[in-house]
C-alpha cells in the first residue's frame, strides 16, 4: 500500500520552532518531488514549500518565506519542514504530498498523507 506518514507536529509558542517530517511505505520518495501543504479550519489548502527530486530546487510561499526551510534526506528516504520563528497564523494540519514535479498546486500531487497537527499559541 502506497501510504505518506508525517510526524513532528506538536504545539509550540509564537517565536518557536518545529521540524515536520514526511516518509513513504510501499514506493520510494526520492523519486517524486515533495510538496507540504496545510488547512486550517475554514481555510483552503495552501501550498507551503515543495522540492524536486533530481536536483533539489525549492520554492515557498511568499508568508512562510526565509522561515520554513524544506529539505530532503535521500539516505533516510524522508523529507523535512523546518519551520522557525513561528507565528499565530502558522496554525493548521499540515500534510505532505509526492507527485511528479515540485508546485505549490496541490491538485499536482498524487499521494497524500493523514497530515499531522501544528498549533502555535501562547
Known amino acids: 500500500q502506497l501510504q505518506l506518514v508525517e510526524s513532528g507536529g506538536g504545539l509550540v509558542q509564537p517565536g518557536g520552532s518545529l521540524r515536520l517530517s514526511c516518509a513513504a511505505s510501499?514506493?520510494?520518495?526520492?523519486?517524486?518531488?515533495i510538496g507540504w501543504f496545510r488547512q486550517a479550519p475554514g481555510k483552503e489548502r495552501e501550498g507551503v514549500s515543495c522540492i524536486s527530486s533530481s536536483d533539489g530546487s525549492t520554492n515557498y510561499a511568499d508568508s512562510v518565506k526565509g522561515r520554513f526551510t524544506i529539505s530532503r534526506d535521500n539516505a533516510k528516504d524522508t523529507v523535512y519542514l523546518q519551520m522557525n520563528s513561528l507565528k499565530l497564523e502558522d496554525t493548521a494540519v499540515y500534510y505532505c504530498a509526492a507527485g511528479p514535479l515540485p508546485s505549490l498546486y496541490y491538485r499536482d500531487y498524487y499521494y497524500w498523507g493523514q497530515g499531522t497537527q501544528v498549533t502555535v499559541s501562547s
Open positions: 510501499g514506493f520510494t520518495l526520492g523519486y517524486y518531488a
